[in-house]
């Protein structure tokens, strides 16, 4: 009854946002008594974290406090893989009514199961994730993240009606059909990954078509690490507010956090979620404020408990308060994660830095790849990005100065001079899901 009586106006309350308003000492006893739960459910039915508990000295009697969730053993991706299917399972298979799976590069894929309040709680984080990006009843969302069994599509959709949205399941691709849409159906909201959403800008453009003259005021982005200077063109071009939303599947999907109106950091959905930030060599945990790896332990979980995930993504937990007056910690954006990391003669690198530099320059568009070879047993890199039509048509001594502009932003940040070329519109591969940054040629021949 209380969704039912909710104030329709923008930027009005939705009740499904009220923990993300709790006094820290009532989260704190939540996320304790759930923490002291999750962890007896996963001793009493997973084996691999049962043993791994045994060989430390651990019950769930040994849970006492928040702080003791560093003595508990952390969950990797390997894991998923090792016990695939079905041997990370909490709940009987009557019990689990989705399963979801991840591509698998090494040929299985990564399955991750739902009891039905699993479900209702992820419809619940991401109506939460929806209010904070401030969607409201009566918006037209159009939800280009991929169906099946990736979870960003039915993990969007369930969110958006649990809004009250009306929802659009158009899921990825078909860019003429989602601009059209977008027009037609007099779109407010939209949500697929960043990369996507600048290449239906561009298609926008050819047939004629500016999305900043349209109802579409809001996009929600996510699935992949983006720059603050890859939304200010996304905002810039298509005359919206852009979003920053955090999830992976194998805690749930989207909805772990998500930006509010401020856009300084992702809340984080912490009585369901607990996060941790850990130095990624030493796996030992670091204060709040310290950039390290994201670890995150699921609360709430039945069907398949994650206790103490390593993601891989690396960020910063922000304990100030936000102006928004939501209380749950924030996390700063992801810009990299720790495993997409490469090393050229001898330097840390991280497509992210290669993005910042890029956009810093005028005159780039966000398409852009990197390539790595090896020559004579050193290894290169080069940088292939795209150029507005103003720039490619300009004079050669104009295309040289962008060049050298751009290779100077890029030895600022990397400390490394790499081979630089200007591309004209639309050379580079488009992606409708996540766009593929690093080409690695390095092994070939």
């Known amino acids: 009854m209380l969704k039912e009586l909710w104030n329709d106006a923008e930027g009005g309350f939705h009740p499904a946002s009220a923990p993300d308003f709790l006094p820290q000492t009532a989260l704190k006893e939540v996320q304790l008594?759930?923490?002291?739960?999750?962890?007896?459910?996963?001793?009493?039915?997973?084996?691999?974290?049962?043993?791994?508990?045994?060989?430390?000295?651990?019950?769930?009697?040994?849970?006492?406090?928040?702080?003791?969730?560093?003595?508990?053993?952390?969950t990797v991706k390997t894991d998923l893989r090792d016990t695939y299917p079905?041997?990370?399972?909490?709940?009987?298979?009557s019990d689990v009514v989705r399963l979801h799976a991840s591509s698998g590069t090494t040929g299985k894929p990564i399955v991750v199961a739902y009891t039905r309040e699993d479900v209702e709680v992820w419809s619940e984080v991401m109506a939460r994730t929806f209010a904070s990006c401030g969607l409201h009843r009566g918006d037209i969302l159009q939800n280009a993240f991929g169906y099946g069994l990736f979870t960003g599509g039915l993990g969007a959709h369930y969110g958006g009606e649990a809004l009250g949205a009306t929802v659009i399941p158009i899921s990825g691709g078909n860019t003429d059909r989602q601009i059209m849409l977008i027009r037609d159906f007099n779109v407010t909201a939209l949500c697929c990954t960043p990369s996507y959403f600048t290449h239906m800008v561009e298609r926008a453009r050819e047939l004629g078509i500016d999305l900043r003259d349209l109802p579409l005021?809001?996009?929600?982005?996510?699935?992949?690490?983006?720059?603050?200077?890859?939304?200010?063109?996304i905002e810039a071009e298509a005359g919206i507010k852009a979003y920053d939303i955090y999830g992976l599947s194998e805690?749930?999907?989207p909805g772990v956090a998500a930006e509010c109106s401020a856009q300084d950091g992702l809340h984080v959905f912490e009585d369901h979620f607990y996060p941790e930030i850990?130095?990624?060599?030493?796996?030992?945990?670091l204060p709040d404020g310290a950039e390290g790896e994201l670890v995150i332990t699921t609360?709430?979980?039945?069907?398949?408990?994650?206790?103490?995930y390593r993601t891989r993504d690396i960020t910063s937990l922000i304990t100030e308060p936000c102006s928004c007056g939501r209380t749950i910690?924030?996390?700063?954006?992801?810009?990299?994660?720790?495993?997409?990391?490469?090393?050229?003669?001898?330097?840390?690198?991280?497509?992210?830095?290669?993005?910042?530099?890029?956009?810093?320059?005028?005159?780039?568009?966000?398409?852009?790849?990197?390539?790595?070879?090896?020559?004579?047993?050193?290894?290169?890199?080069a940088v292939e990005v795209e150029v507005t039509p103003e720039v490619f048509s300009d004079s050669i001594r104009g295309l040289e100065d962008i060049r050298t502009r751009l290779a100077q932003s890029i030895e600022r940040i990397l400390g490394i001079r790499v081979e630089l070329r200007l591309v004209e519109p639309h050379t580079l591969a488009r992606s409708e899901g996540k766009a593929k940054r690093v080409i690695d040629r390095r092994n070939e021949g």
């Open 299 to 308: 609360l709430s979980k039945k069907a398949m408990p994650m206790i103490r």
């Open 86 to 93: 079905f041997g990370l399972f909490a709940s009987p298979m």
């Open 278 to 285: 850990i130095d990624p060599d030493t796996g030992e945990p």
């Open 217 to 233: 005021r809001v996009g929600i982005f996510g699935a992949e690490p983006w720059t603050d200077g890859m939304r200010h063109h």
């Open 329 to 381: 910690r924030r996390m700063r954006r992801i810009g990299r994660r720790s495993d997409d990391m490469f090393i050229i003669r001898g330097v840390n690198v991280f497509p992210s830095q290669v993005e910042a530099a890029l956009m810093a320059v005028e005159g780039t568009l966000p398409h852009y790849q990197i390539i790595l070879t090896r020559k004579g047993g050193m290894d290169r890199m």
């Open 251 to 253: 805690i749930i999907g």
């Open 33 to 74: 008594r759930r923490l002291r739960a999750v962890v007896a459910r996963a001793y009493a039915n997973v084996q691999l974290f049962r043993e791994r508990m045994d060989e430390r000295g651990l019950t769930p009697e040994s849970i006492r406090s928040l702080q003791d969730i560093r003595h508990l053993p952390f």
